[in-house]
Structure formats: C-alpha cells, structure tokens
C-alpha cells in the first residue's frame, strides 16, 4: 500500500518561499508521471504543478507559473515543490500524488501566506 507524506508547509509572509517535499513509500514514484495539488475549504482540489517519470516534461498552473518549481529525486523516492514569491491566494493544504491521482491521499502540508 502507498502512503505519501507531504512536509515542509508552514506561515510565512507575502513574497516568501516554501519547499515542499513528498515522501513516498510502499511504492516505487519511478516511472510514474507526479503531480502537487492543493485544495481550500469549500473548493475543489487543483491541479499545481507535475512532473514526468525522468524529470523531463514539466507542466504548471498559469496561477503558478515563473513562480513554483517542481522537481524529484527517484533514488529518495520524494518530489519537491519549490515555491518562490508567494502570494495570498497560495494559502492551501498541498498534496502530492500521481497525475492523474491514481493514489490514495496523503494528508498535506498546510501552507498559509500572510498579507
């Protein structure tokens, strides 16, 4: 069974930056395209950010582009997420999981931006 564990959510100022990281275990992420994700109450999950098998082909959402890196290191079975120049609208529960989400869900890092 998989389990993914997402870290590195946390308060921080407008215009700041967080690293996130999603551990995986039970399951090999190699050769699975990766996603982050992120929901706020009341609303549907959205797509962030994701990341080919090899790293190769990297797709953001136009609220993130230039601003959000995604990487991931497959011998650390992780994914990252590099977030730069944070805004408000950024303030969510992040997740990781396959694209499409053929995972169950982790619990998510909560990142909160403040104005």
């Known amino acids: 069974q998989v389990q993914l564990l997402e870290s590195g959510g946390g308060l921080v100022q407008a215009g700041g930056s967080l690293r996130l990281s999603c551990a995986a275990s039970?399951?090999?992420?190699?050769?699975?395209?990766m996603g982050w994700y992120r929901q706020t109450p009341g609303k549907e999950r959205e797509f962030v950010a994701s990341?080919?098998?090899?790293?190769?082909?990297?797709y953001y959402a136009d609220s993130v582009k230039g601003r959000f890196t995604i990487s991931r290191d497959n011998a650390k079975n992780t994914v990252y997420l590099q977030m730069n120049s944070l805004k408000s609208a950024d303030t969510a529960i992040y997740y990781c999981?396959?694209?499409?989400?053929?995972?169950?869900w982790g619990q998510g890092t909560q990142v909160t931006v403040s104005s």
């Open positions: 999981n396959t694209r499409p989400a053929n995972w169950a």
């Open positions: 039970g399951r090999t992420i190699r050769g699975y395209t």
């Open positions: 990341i080919s098998g090899g790293g190769g082909v990297v």
